[in-house]
């Protein structure tokens, strides 16, 4: 795991907190083959910082949290693109079969509307090959990142980065097991929540998701055009060398 930075939370917000965790992340700038994915909806606004510092695309990797009935603020387990579904283990907790299928069903519900919602007509950008830093404002149980990881691990990533600005220090070093390198500038202890380390932390919108992603696909596509009119330019300026 990288050291930590010397840092100063709470961070003002999530813009904030990933231009921290972009500056950790710094030996990965101009890295070839980097994809940033970023876990929605919190963890957009905190990887388009990540992606712009490190000169890499951003999209999405879209997973959801199962919670246990009638307190869902406790994780269950988590589910990802790929129908990948994580388990925490719940000592002496009897959650009913039939319980655990309607919370399956619900959020698998969800987590297709927000493929569709977010992604619109951008074909999802494959991680094959790439060396993916997998991004998310902070990380709590870890329930909700490790079934992302695992996700994005069928993929058959050449390495695979799980980077968030706030974690809990059992949960970061537990992530250690399935991805080449964790990056986490600030694990305070006691930690608490996720939200203590941040000034402001609202709960993003499906609106603020799409305008960060409009937003970063179109200066990737305006840095693609421009790379191509420059290069166009040397071709010209070569053939009429004498």
């Given at each position: 795991m990288r050291p930590l930075r010397t840092v100063q939370p709470p961070y003002r917000d999530r813009r904030d907190a990933g231009q921290a965790l972009a500056e950790a992340l710094g030996h990965h700038l101009n890295e070839p083959n980097l994809l940033v994915l970023a876990l929605p909806r919190g963890g957009v606004a905190v990887g388009y910082e990540v992606a712009k510092a490190l000169h890499a695309p951003l999209d999405i990797w879209v997973?959801?949290?199962?919670?246990?009935?009638?307190?869902?603020?406790?994780?269950?387990?988590?589910?990802?693109?790929?129908?990948?579904?994580?388990?925490?283990?719940?000592?002496?907790?009897?959650?009913?079969?039939?319980?655990?299928?309607?919370?399956?069903a619900r959020e698998q519900d969800e987590l297709a509307r927000r493929e569709r919602r977010y992604r619109g007509e951008h074909p999802a950008i494959s991680p094959r090959g790439r060396h993916v830093i997998?991004?998310?404002?902070?990380?709590?149980?870890?329930?909700?990142?490790?079934?992302?990881?695992?996700?994005?691990?069928?993929?058959?990533?050449?390495?695979?980065?799980?980077?968030?600005?706030?974690?809990?220090?059992?949960?970061?070093?537990?992530?250690?097991?399935?991805?080449?390198?964790?990056?986490?500038?600030?694990?305070?202890?006691?930690?608490?929540?996720?939200g203590l380390w941040y000034e402001h932390m609202t709960q993003a919108s499906d609106e603020e998701v799409c305008e960060w992603l409009d937003k970063a696909w179109a200066e990737r596509a305006l840095q693609f055009k421009q790379g191509h009119a420059t290069q166009a330019q040397g071709s010209a300026s070569v053939e009429k060398a004498p």
């Open positions: 997973v959801r949290k199962l919670g246990m009935p009638g307190h869902e603020e406790y994780a269950m387990g988590a589910i990802a693109s790929g129908g990948i579904r994580v388990m925490n283990p719940l000592p002496g907790i009897n959650v009913p079969s039939v319980a655990v299928a309607e919370v399956l997998l991004v998310d404002d902070g990380l709590a149980t870890g329930a909700t990142m490790r079934a992302a990881a695992l996700a994005v691990r069928q993929q058959r990533p050449a390495r695979l980065i799980i980077a968030v600005p706030v974690g809990a220090r059992d949960s970061c070093e537990e992530l250690a097991d399935i991805a080449d390198e964790v990056v986490c500038p600030f694990m305070p202890e006691p930690f608490h929540s996720v």
